[in-house]
C-alpha cells in the first residue's frame, strides 16, 4: 500500500473514532487489548499486552490511535496487562465461534463474489445459532459481523466461562458432528420381553436424524405410490422388497416412526435412518473455525471497530434484527456516505457495496467515499492525489 | 464432641470443613499421643495407593471420630509423599469409596429402609453439596421407582466429564437438547465421583515444611508408604504386547478374570497396572479385558487414572508387594527371573526372538459384521 493512500485510510479511520466511540465489552478492564497500527512497509505488528489502564479513555484511545485493526481477549485476566500469557492469571474466557467464508466447504474464494460469501456465511450462522439456541440454550450471546469475511458469536452464560480447552473442542465436535458414532444413533431397548431398535431421539443428532426421517416419511405419504417407490429406491441399498416394506410401515403405523421405532419397516428403514443420517451431518454442520472457540486466550475483533482490511464496521447486531441484517449495507459506517473521491484502479470489477453496484474501469474512478475506502482497504485501489 | 457420623462417612463435605478445620488444629497432639486416627490415615493412603480404596479393613477398630480425623491426617501424609501420582491416585480412591457409599445410600432409601437416614444421604443432599441441585434433575418415571435418566445442565456435565472416558462421553454422541445431556443414572454417579476427586484435590498437596514438627512426628508413616512408592528396576517403554511372556502372577490373573471368576479390587489393580505399565492404551485394555469378568467401565475408569500421561504415574506393585496381597506366589519361581511384573516381561521379551504381538493378531482377525 501506497503512502498517501494508507495516510488517507488512517485520516478517515480517525475521523470515523472521533464520531464513533466503540462501547466496551462486559469487564472490560479484566481484558487483554490489542491493536495493528497503519505501519509502514508489508509487515503487520500487533501490540497487545495491554489493559484497558494502558490504553487510558476508550473514546479517546480509538480518537488517537486510530488503529487499522482493533482486539480484546475473550479471557478474563486477574492481570490483563502482564507481558506473558503465564502472568496474566487467567479468569474464565467468553466462548466464541468464528464462521469465516474462507473455511466453508464448497465455497472456493477465487470463484466466488464477496456477496456471495457472505450470503453462504450467514447460513451457516442460522445454523450454528440454532444448536446454540435448541441444543445448548444458551442466553447471553453476541452476535457480530466481522467486517471481513464472517460472524463472530460471543457466548456469556456464567456456565461456559471457566470451561477448559478440551471442553470447548466438545462443543466444536458438537456442532460440526466430528466423531459423530452413527451406529449409537440407535441403541436396542427391552420391554415386554421384546427388544426393538430405537433412534436416540430426545436430543443431539439423534433427534437430527429423528426431525429428518420422519419429514422424510411425511413426504413419501404425500406421493403417490410409484413416486414414493422411486425416492425410496433412489437410496443405496434399498430395491424394491424394501422399499414395499418401508412404505406399507409408513403409512399404516406412522405412530411407530414419530417414537423413533426403527422395528416396524425392516431392516430398510435402518438402512434409510443411516442414508440420512450422512446428509444431516453434511448438511445441518455449522463449519466453525475450531482454534479460534478452543483457544481461551484469542483476541478478538472489538465491535464497533473498523476492519482495516474492508473499512467496514465491525457490527453488533441485535438478534431480532439478523434475518434483516445485510452486511453489505448495514456494516457501511454512516461516516463514510455521503461523499465521492477519486481512486485509481489497475482491473476491472464490480463492486456490491452500500445498496448499490458499482462498475470500476482500469484507471481514475470517482466512487462514494465507502466504496472507495473498501476497495483501497482490500489493496485494489490508490488514493489518487487531491487537485 | 461428638461426631456426625454423617462427617465420618463424607469428610470432604462442606458440612464437615469445620469439624476437618478443628482436627488440623488439633493434629501435632494428635499424632504426638499416637491417636487411632493416625493409623487409620496411614491405612487411608495405603490403601488408596495400593488398592484404589480408602475404605477400612478393620471398620471395627475405629470410631466416628477417628474416622473422621484420618481425613486431614491422610491428607498431610499423601502430601508429605511428594509425588503428583499419589496425590492423584489418593484422590481417585477417596472418590471411588465416596461413590460407593453414594450408591449404598441411594439403595438403602430405595429399600425405604428409614432408619439408617441419619448416616445415609440420598441424591438430593449429595447434588446440593456440589451444587448441582439446580443442574442436575431425574426423568419423570412412574411409581415408586428409582429414576432412570437423569439430565444435567451441559456447562456441569462439561466440567466434570472427560472426552477420555471413552466415546459415549463425547458430546456429540450425547442427547442434548435444551442445555441439558442426558445421561443414566450409573453415568450420573460417574460425574459425582468426578466432583468428589476434584473436592479432595482442592489444597493438595499442602505445602509443609518436612523438617517440621508435624514431618518429623509422621516421620516412620511416611517412610513406610513411600516404601510401597519405592525404587524398582527401571523399566524402559515397552511396546509390544505378548501375553505368552507375561509373568505367571499376572497370567493367573488373567485366566482367573476369563474363567468368569471376579477379580478383587487388588487383584484387578495389580492387573490393570501392569497392562498399563507395558503400554496399552485405555481402549486396548479394554479390549484385552473384553471377554473377562473384568466390567469395561470399570477397567476404563481405572486405567485412566494409571496411564502414564501425566508423565509421574506411578508403577505397578512389585511380586513382592503382591505376595503381600496374596496375589503373587512365586510362581515358577519367577522371582528368579526378575520379582517385579514389569521387569520380568521387560527380561523376557529382550529373551525371545521373533514375537507376534497382541495388536497384530488382533488386526489380522476379520472384524464381525
Known amino acids: ?387 | 464432641m461428638d461426631t456426625d457420623p454423617l462427617h465420618a462417612r463424607y469428610p470432604f463435605f462442606e458440612a464437615a470443613r469445620g469439624a476437618v478445620a478443628e482436627a488440623e488444629v488439633a493434629l501435632p497432639e494428635l499424632v504426638a499421643a499416637g491417636a487411632p486416627a493416625v493409623e487409620r490415615g496411614r491405612e487411608r493412603v495405603e490403601r488408596a495407593l495400593m488398592e484404589g480404596t480408602v475404605e477400612s479393613e478393620t471398620p471395627e477398630e475405629y470410631d466416628a471420630r477417628a474416622e473422621l480425623l484420618s481425613y486431614p491426617v491422610a491428607r498431610i501424609l499423601v502430601s508429605l509423599l511428594d509425588s503428583a501420582a499419589a496425590v492423584e491416585k489418593y484422590a481417585v480412591a477417596e472418590a471411588a469409596t465416596a461413590a460407593e457409599r453414594f450408591a449404598a445410600d441411594a439403595q438403602r432409601g430405595d429399600d425405604g429402609l428409614r432408619s439408617t437416614a441419619t448416616v445415609a444421604v440420598d441424591r438430593d443432599r449429595i447434588l446440593a453439596e456440589f451444587d448441582l441441585a439446580d443442574r442436575v434433575r431425574a426423568e419423570p418415571v412412574s411409581g415408586n421407582r428409582e429414576p432412570e435418566w437423569f439430565r444435567v445442565g451441559v456447562g456441569a456435565y462439561l466440567s466434570l466429564s472427560s472426552p477420555d472416558w471413552g466415546e459415549s462421553w463425547r458430546l456429540v454422541n450425547r442427547e442434548l437438547a435444551a442445555g441439558e445431556v442426558r445421561v443414566e443414572r450409573e453415568e450420573l454417579y460417574r460425574l459425582l465421583r468426578a466432583a468428589v476427586r476434584e473436592r479432595v484435590l482442592e489444597g493438595l498437596p499442602f505445602e509443609l515444611e518436612s523438617a517440621g514438627q508435624l514431618a518429623t512426628e509422621l516421620e516412620s508413616q511416611v517412610a513406610d508408604l513411600k516404601r510401597l512408592l519405592s525404587e524398582r528396576p527401571h523399566v524402559g517403554p515397552i511396546d509390544v504386547v505378548v501375553p505368552e511372556l507375561f509373568p505367571p502372577c499376572m497370567t493367573n490373573l488373567i485366566d482367573k478374570a476369563e474363567r468368569g471368576v471376579e477379580l478383587s479390587p487388588p487383584e484387578s489393580f495389580a492387573l490393570m497396572a501392569f497392562l498399563t505399565g507395558i503400554g496399552l492404551d485405555v481402549d486396548e485394555v479394554v479390549a484385552f479385558c473384553a471377554d473377562t469378568s473384568l466390567d469395561a467401565e470399570e477397567v476404563r475408569y481405572q486405567t485412566e487414572y494409571l496411564r502414564d500421561d501425566r508423565g509421574t504415574q506411578y508403577p505397578p506393585p512389585t511380586c513382592e508387594t503382591l505376595s503381600a496381597y496374596g496375589i503373587c506366589h512365586n510362581e515358577e519361581e519367577h522371582w528368579r527371573v526378575a520379582a517385579d511384573p514389569l521387569a520380568y516381561y521387560e527380561t523376557k521379551l529382550e529373551a525371545a526372538d521373533d514375537v507376534t504381538g497382541w495388536r497384530e493378531r488382533t488386526a489380522a482377525e476379520p472384524s464381525e459384521g
Not at chain 1, 469487564?27 to 503487520?44: F, K, L, N, Q, S
Not at chain 1, 486510530?66 to 479471557?75: I, L, T, V
Not at chain 1, 425410496?232 to 424394501?242: N, P, S, T, V, Y
Request: charged share 30%.
Open chain 1, 1 to 387: 500500500m501506497d503512502d498517501r493512500t494508507r495516510e488517507y485510510l488512517r485520516g478517515r479511520f480517525r475521523d470515523y473514532y472521533r464520531s464513533v466511540s466503540p462501547s466496551p465489552p462486559p469487564d472490560a478492564h479484566e481484558r487483554e487489548w490489542g491493536h495493528i497500527p497503519w505501519t509502514t512497509g508489508t509487515g503487520t505488528t500487533m501490540v497487545r499486552h495491554q489493559s484497558m489502564l494502558d490504553l487510558g479513555d476508550l473514546g479517546a484511545f480509538f480518537a488517537e490511535t486510530a488503529p487499522r485493526h482493533a482486539y480484546f481477549s475473550a479471557a478474563r485476566y486477574d492481570d490483563p496487562g502482564a507481558s506473558t500469557m503465564g502472568g496474566k492469571g487467567w479468569r474464565s474466557a467468553d466462548l466464541v465461534f468464528d464462521l469465516d467464508a474462507d473455511h466453508l466447504p464448497g465455497v472456493d474464494p477465487t470463484e466466488t463474489t464477496y456477496a456471495e460469501m457472505l450470503a453462504a456465511c450467514k447460513d451457516a450462522l442460522g445454523r450454528l445459532l440454532e444448536f446454540l439456541e435448541d441444543d445448548f440454550a444458551f442466553e447471553d450471546m453476541e452476535v457480530v459481523f466481522s467486517g471481513g469475511r464472517g460472524y463472530h458469536v460471543h457466548v456469556r452464560d456464567p456456565e461456559v466461562l471457566e470451561l477448559d480447552s478440551d471442553a470447548r473442542r466438545e462443543v466444536v465436535d458438537y456442532v460440526r458432528a466430528i466423531d459423530l458414532d452413527t451406529e449409537n444413533l440407535v441403541h436396542t431397548v427391552s420391554a415386554d420381553g421384546t427388544t426393538r431398535r430405537v433412534l436416540r431421539s430426545e436430543g443431539g443428532w439423534g433427534k437430527r436424524v429423528h426431525e429428518a426421517l420422519v419429514d422424510y416419511a411425511e413426504e413419501l405419504r404425500g406421493m403417490d405410490d410409484d413416486a414414493a417407490m422411486e425416492k425410496l429406491q433412489e437410496l443405496d441399498g434399498i430395491g424394491e422388497g424394501r422399499a414395499t416394506t418401508i412404505l406399507g410401515a409408513f403409512r399404516q403405523n406412522p405412530e411407530a416412526l414419530e417414537q423413533g421405532n426403527l422395528e416396524a419397516g425392516g431392516p430398510g428403514v435402518r438402512r434409510l435412518a443411516e442414508a440420512l443420517t450422512a446428509r444431516v451431518t453434511a448438511t445441518e454442520t455449522a463449519p466453525i473455525d475450531e482454534p479460534v472457540t478452543t483457544d481461551t486466550r484469542r483476541l478478538i475483533r472489538l465491535p464497533g471497530t473498523l476492519h482495516g482490511g474492508s473499512a467496514l464496521r465491525v457490527t453488533r447486531i441485535d438478534r431480532e434484527d439478523l434475518a434483516d441484517f445485510d452486511p453489505l449495507v448495514d456494516a457501511v459506517p454512516e461516516r463514510f456516505e455521503g461523499r465521492e473521491i477519486a481512486v485509481e484502479c489497475d482491473e476491472e470489477r464490480e463492486v456490491v457495496l452500500g445498496g448499490d453496484t458499482f462498475m470500476v474501469e482500469p484507471g481514475r474512478n470517482t466512487l462514494p467515499e465507502y466504496a472507495g475506502l473498501f476497495l483501497m482497504a482490500r489493496g485494489d485501489a490508490r488514493k489518487v492525489p487531491e487537485s
